[in-house]
């Protein structure tokens, strides 16, 4: 492959080798959850989380894809370990997605089509672009987003396969914070003031985007005891004390730059559901075309 000049790499013990090992060891798929416990939830309730899920499902299916894209740039920088973990990333991704789907399928409902959360397409372009250190910044964001509403969802214990589920993806995605905040503090102290800003920068872009898809279903947090606004203040907080650590962090922080920054984000009301109509999982033919493209872009070397 163009710009892999070693066959016999360095392997050195670090922390990204022992996250590998630590995640080959922890794999599971869907087939190990029990599906036999019936859906507990309301017909509303269950609208309300496949709505809300909607942002988690497809970052996942994005990261899954977008890691694949980054390995070769992994590989020409000699970043063996990094490569490993990354490589165990993608099967992380692979089975959320998995798992979630079959979620859809039982709940009887669809995530939210791009027309109705626009926001989607604005977030994974955002982190798209750069080198591998924004891309990793991205996912550190990503993760936070998709540990905090887990968590949110699981502490009402609502729905026994979904709340199983989430334990199992909660273990995965805090491999993959130790490995954001590990990668991120070694490539932040080789960064200059402006490249640094430009961080900082792109932390407040993705939070604009994450509360304008907040507020389309803040109906739906609601009819799940989810409040809004504080989901959106323990994200902020999470990432703010990751920035800390990893050295991007503000003299003067601003407050969260939150809806009043944003444009095109009014709310949008869910329908109720009919009695008796089932809706399954079914994503338009060309979905994978501009998937493809959105995580197809060329990344800049680090």
Known sequence: MRGITRVFPDLEEDLLLQLFHKGAKANWTSRDLDWAPPVTLSSRQRQALARLLTPVYFGEQTAMAGASNILPQLMRAGETTAQLYVAS??????????ALTRVYTRMGFDPLGLREIPELL?????????????????I????????????????????????????????????????????????????????????????????????????????????????????????????????????????????????????????????????????FVSLPACFGCLLTLICGQRLAPA
Do not use: C
């Not at 990333?89 to 998995?98: L, N, T, V």
């Not at 604005?122 to 991205?138: K, L, T």
């Not at 990893?246 to 559901?273: N, R």
């Open 122 to 138: 604005r977030y994974h372009h955002r982190i798209r672009q750069g080198d591998r250190a924004d891309w990793v910044w991205g």
């Open 140 to 279: 550190l964001f990503s993760d936070v987003i998709a540990k905090h509403f887990y968590r949110s969802f699981g502490l009402g214990g609502r729905d026994a396969v979904f709340g199983t589920m989430s334990t199992r993806i909660l273990q995965d995605e805090s491999r993959h914070l130790a490995f954001a905040e590990h990668y991120l503090r070694r490539s932040v102290a080789r960064m200059d003031t402006a490249r640094r800003r430009s961080m900082i920068g792109m932390r407040d872009d993705l939070f604009r985007i994450l509360t304008a898809m907040t507020e389309r279903v803040r109906a739906d947090a609601a009819a799940l005891e989810v409040d809004a606004d504080e989901y959106l203040g323990a994200v902020w907080a999470d990432v703010e004390t990751f920035g800390k650590r990893i050295g991007l962090h503000d003299p003067d922080p601003p407050d969260p730059p939150l809806t009043s920054l944003i444009t095109d984000s009014s709310p949008v009301s869910a329908p109720e559901p009919s009695p008796g109509t089932n809706f």
């Open 89 to 98: 990333f993608i099967m992380d991704e692979a089975r959320h997605f998995e």
